[in-house]
């Protein structure tokens, strides 16, 4: 699902009570397109849902996932055998309000 019927969906869930998570650029993109932030171009539909529901927008961000998860595998390559090292940063950068 993409587009308005992604956002309309999005704004029922939200308004629903849930919390939702969303890529900036809006998909998955391949390691090709990373820019040098290690992301790619952000769409405007996240400032959309802050505006149309008031509630605050957290950004987020999960990098080294293609490790596990390489882009255009069908599935995660997990081996219940071996052991996946992980490391896990967090910083609260702000809170957008609308």
Known sequence: MEGAGALALATAEL??????A???EGRIVPPGEWAATGVGR???GVGR???DTGLPV???GASGTERLWPYG???PRIRP???Y???LRSEVVGVVEA
């Open 15 to 20: 308004e629903a009570g849930w919390s939702i």
């Open 22 to 24: 969303i890529m900036p």
């Open 42 to 44: 952000a769409h405007p």
């Open 49 to 51: 849902l802050a505006l």
């Open 58 to 60: 957290v950004a987020s």
């Open 73 to 75: 595998a069908a599935a």
């Open 81 to 83: 055998w071996r052991r």
């Open 85 to 87: 090292p992980l490391a």
